[in-house]
């Protein structure tokens, strides 16, 4: 008979044993990490719902992280728009304060502008980390150039100082008339003639009113337009009065009342009633003649500063096309009058244009009809200037296109390219232009020199005018040009320009108000200055119909108001999925710790009984003798 050894038999002893630290080892590591498992794996059945879980926790942890940056984003855009509208307020203060011109010809208010202007510069080309928030998709890029480039330009390239100059030479003219031209027509001693010179620039005419006794007034008409005053045979009476209205560079208008009296010498806005109808006229026409060089002097500088600053800043493509003729028997320069069809001898185009021919603009195309014109149709027999207001319509442009000496001037909407062709090349080519022109958006400036005689308004170039705005400019709204998804289903826009309307029109008054210098001996400087102020404080107040700097701040308020609905949702939402996935991935640690305590009592006394059974010997079971 053979005896087994205690191993052989006890072998079940030593595997549970193995077993139950196995099983300790896994709890005392669940203790430790808190999880059930280390791996999936481990986790059971629940595996696939402990996946799902996790990831939508690190998606919910990513919209966290986008809806932070954006956030911090909105924030800077905020703080920099709610600067500018501060600086908006400022300067409309400013522009309130009594007038005290110092030596370079400027006040106190304006040089509180300059300095605004430069913060409110500095301001557009705001950064959030390494991003440019003003310039659009472009924003690696500042939105503007610095203020002093914009203001006084750099090498060639003219800044907003200079094209102011030009413009005010070109509205005052040479004789410092606004363009106008004050005459008695040939052959006559009784008749005040007042007519404009066919250019874009000065005084415009409106209405005249008259009580003058006698008199027969003749209102604006022709082109140019030009008004006459026909004291005929009989003298005004005393007090007998006369108004003129016209229209300034700036859309505003100014008027001014001239009084017959029998005071000599007459006081200032009155003319003395001579001895006859024809020393009454020359007198009118003094008066006339002196009251318009005032308003040339004072409300016309400060209106032409304010339409400079605007073709600065509202930048629009400019195509122009060459000076060309009609086929009248003695051909002249084509005007807005010219027919755009007829025949041989008349002041039609030297190629007329046929029914059906088209000219396309920016992709859309205007027919012509033999009659009966509707929506993008135009009559063969129409004009010249009906052929531009349709050109403008379609294209948007804020600047009427114009005809001057026999050459078009096409501008395009703010911002956006312009682009015309035609299917009769050899009838546009006698509208003077080359089939198919284009252009990309640039300031307006004076088409000179000379500046005082210039007819119209052109494009500038790369080469001699600042671009102000150097961000992207695009044609679709700006907030699309930065878009962020912060929840699956949500998304929100914040992109902004430095050219939209409600910047680009705070900062083009602000600079305007900063680049006009006046000469200080000059008895009309304050008139001039305050005309400016006048214009200044009524721009940088609310425009009904605009867009102003608070519905910005309201569009990005929206996108806050939308990323934080999105995060307090995903808030909820994390918590629900972090418990859930804590109740397949964690533990109890009491329970752990209780089932440790347990495995370890196991354990002790399986250590116990293995040890009695590994000292059990024969010789404890032989008998002793």
Same mark, same amino acid.
């Given at each position: 008979?053979?005896?087994d050894?205690?191993?052989?038999?006890?072998?079940?002893?030593?595997?549970?044993?193995?077993?139950?630290?196995?099983?300790?080892?896994?709890?005392?590591?669940?203790?430790a990490?808190?999880?059930?498992?280390?791996?999936?794996?481990?986790?059971?059945?629940?595996?696939?719902?402990?996946?799902?879980?996790?990831?939508?926790v690190?998606?919910?942890?990513?919209?966290?992280?986008?809806?932070?940056?954006?956030?911090?984003?909105?924030?800077?855009?905020?703080?920099?728009?709610?600067?500018?509208?501060?600086?908006?307020?400022?300067?409309?203060?400013?522009?309130?304060?009594?007038?005290?011109?110092?030596?370079?010809?400027?006040?106190?208010?304006?040089?509180?502008?300059?300095?605004a202007?430069?913060?409110?510069?500095?301001?557009?080309?705001?950064?959030?980390?390494?991003?440019?928030?003003?310039?659009?998709?472009?924003?690696?890029?500042?939105?503007?150039?610095?203020?002093?480039?914009?203001?006084?330009?750099?090498?060639?390239?003219?800044?907003?100082?200079?094209?102011?100059?030009e413009?005010?030479?070109?509205?005052?003219?040479?004789?410092?008339?606004?363009?106008?031209?004050?005459?008695?027509?040939?052959?006559?001693?009784?008749?005040?003639?007042?007519?404009?010179?066919?250019?874009?620039?000065?005084?415009?005419?409106?209405?005249?009113?008259?009580?003058?006794?006698?008199?027969?007034?003749t209102?604006?008409?022709?082109?140019?337009?030009a008004?006459?005053i026909?004291?005929?045979?009989?003298?005004?009476?005393?007090?007998?009065?006369?108004?003129?209205?016209?229209?300034?560079?700036?859309?505003?208008?100014?008027?001014?009342?001239l009084?017959?009296?029998?005071?000599?010498?007459?006081?200032?806005?009155?003319?003395?009633?001579?001895?006859?109808?024809?020393?009454?006229?020359?007198?009118?026409?003094?008066?006339?003649?002196?009251?318009?060089?005032?308003?040339?002097?004072?409300?016309?500088?400060?209106?032409?500063?304010?339409a400079?600053?605007?073709?600065?800043?509202?930048?629009?493509?400019?195509?122009?096309?060459?000076?060309?003729?009609?086929?009248? !028997?003695?051909?002249?320069?084509?005007? #807005? &009058?010219?027919? @755009?069809? $007829? /025949?041989? *001898?008349?002041?039609?185009?030297?190629? =007329?244009?046929?029914?059906?021919?088209?000219?396309?603009?920016?992709?859309?195309?205007?027919?012509?009809?033999?009659?009966?014109?509707?929506?993008?149709?135009?009559?063969?027999?129409?004009?010249v200037?009906?052929?531009?207001?349709?050109?403008?319509?379609?294209?948007?442009?804020? !600047?009427?296109?114009?005809?001057t000496? #026999? &050459?078009?001037? @096409?501008? $395009? /909407?703010? *911002?956006?390219?312009?682009?015309?062709? =035609?299917?009769?090349?050899?009838?546009?080519?006698?509208?003077?232009?080359?089939?198919?022109?284009?252009?990309?958006?640039?300031?307006?400036?004076?088409?000179?020199?000379?500046?005082?005689?210039?007819?119209?308004?052109?494009?500038?170039?790369?080469?001699?005018?600042?671009?102000?705005?150097?961000?992207?400019?695009?044609?679709?709204?700006?907030?699309?040009?930065?878009?962020?998804?912060?929840?699956?289903?949500?998304?929100?826009?914040?992109?902004?320009?430095?050219?939209?309307?409600?910047?680009?029109?705070?900062?083009?008054?602000?600079?305007?108000?900063?680049?006009?210098?006046?000469?200080?001996?000059?008895?009309?400087?304050k008139?001039?200055?305050?005309?400016?102020?006048?214009?200044?404080?009524?721009?940088?107040?609310?425009?009904?119909?605009?867009?102003?700097?608070?519905?910005?701040?309201?569009?990005?308020?929206?996108?806050?108001?939308?990323?934080?609905?999105?995060?307090?949702?995903?808030?909820?939402?994390?918590?629900?999925?972090?418990?859930?996935?804590?109740?397949?991935?964690?533990?109890?640690?009491?329970?752990?710790?209780?089932?440790?305590?347990?495995?370890?009592?196991?354990?002790?006394?399986?250590?116990?009984?293995?040890?009695?059974?590994?000292?059990?010997?024969?010789?404890?079971?032989?008998?002793?003798?």
């Amino acid at each position: 008979m053979s005896i087994d050894g205690v191993s052989g038999k006890t072998s079940y002893i030593g595997s549970s044993i193995i077993g139950l630290r196995n099983q300790l080892n896994d709890l005392t590591q669940q203790l430790a990490s808190g999880k059930v498992s280390t791996t999936y794996a481990g986790q059971g059945g629940d595996r696939g719902f402990a996946l799902s879980l996790r990831a939508q926790v690190s998606s919910i942890d990513a919209f966290t992280d986008t809806a932070t940056n954006v956030n911090t984003r909105l924030s800077v855009a905020n703080l920099a728009l709610q600067g500018i509208s501060d600086i908006g307020a400022s300067v409309k203060s400013a522009a309130a304060a009594t007038i005290v011109l110092n030596n370079n010809g400027q006040t106190s208010g304006q040089i509180t502008a300059q300095a605004a202007f430069s913060n409110a510069v500095s301001l557009l080309n705001s950064q959030s980390g390494d991003r440019y928030l003003f310039s659009g998709r472009a924003t690696d890029s500042a939105a503007t150039v610095p203020a002093d480039v914009m203001l006084n330009g750099t090498g060639t390239q003219a800044g907003l100082t200079q094209l102011i100059n030009e413009r005010r030479q070109a509205d005052q003219g040479v004789s410092l008339m606004g363009r106008l031209a004050v005459s008695s027509p040939p052959a006559t001693t009784t008749v005040t003639s007042l007519a404009e010179d066919g250019s874009s620039f000065g005084l415009k005419l409106g209405a005249i009113s008259s009580s003058l006794t006698g008199a027969t007034v003749t209102q604006p008409t022709g082109t140019p337009p030009a008004a006459t005053i026909d004291l005929g045979a009989v003298n005004p009476n005393d007090g007998d009065k006369i108004t003129f209205n016209f229209n300034l560079p700036d859309g505003t208008s100014e008027a001014f009342s001239l009084t017959a009296t029998t005071t000599n010498p007459p006081p200032a806005g009155s003319f003395l009633i001579g001895v006859d109808t024809a020393a009454t006229t020359a007198n009118l026409q003094g008066a006339l003649t002196s009251s318009i060089q005032t308003l040339s002097d004072t409300s016309l500088v400060a209106a032409s500063a304010i339409a400079a600053s605007d073709n600065f800043f509202n930048s629009s493509a400019t195509v122009m096309g060459g000076a060309v003729n009609n086929q009248a !028997t003695i051909p002249a320069p084509i005007t #807005g &009058a010219t027919l @755009l069809s $007829g /025949a041989a *001898g008349t002041d039609s185009l030297a190629t =007329s244009f046929a029914v059906n021919d088209t000219i396309t603009v920016n992709g859309t195309p205007i027919t012509f009809v033999a009659s009966g014109a509707t929506g993008n149709q135009l009559n063969v027999t129409d004009s010249v200037q009906a052929l531009l207001a349709k050109i403008d319509s379609i294209s948007g442009a804020t !600047t009427p296109s114009t005809v001057t000496g #026999g &050459a078009i001037a @096409l501008h $395009g /909407a703010d *911002g956006a390219n312009l682009s015309v062709s =035609s299917s009769n090349t050899a009838a546009f080519a006698a509208l003077g232009f080359s089939a198919p022109a284009s252009a990309t958006p640039a300031p307006l400036r004076v088409n000179g020199p000379p500046f005082a005689t210039a007819g119209n308004l052109i494009g500038g170039t790369s080469a001699n005018t600042v671009s102000w705005y150097t961000g992207e400019a695009g044609t679709d709204p700006a907030r699309g040009t930065a878009i962020a998804r912060v929840d699956q289903a949500v998304t929100v826009q914040y992109g902004a320009r430095a050219n939209e309307q409600a910047l680009r029109y705070q900062l083009q008054n602000i600079a305007v108000y900063a680049a006009v210098t006046t000469n200080a001996n000059n008895p009309n400087a304050k008139s001039q200055v305050n005309a400016l102020q006048q214009r200044i404080a009524a721009n940088l107040a609310q425009q009904p119909g605009q867009q102003s700097i608070q519905d910005m701040q309201a569009e990005f308020a929206g996108a806050q108001t939308a990323i934080k609905a999105a995060t307090d949702r995903q808030t909820q939402l994390k918590a629900m999925a972090q418990t859930m996935l804590d109740s397949i991935e964690g533990i109890n640690q009491d329970e752990v710790a209780t089932k440790i305590l347990a495995l370890q009592t196991n354990l002790q006394a399986s250590y116990q009984t293995t040890s009695m059974l590994y000292q059990t010997t024969l010789i404890k079971y032989l008998p002793v003798s």
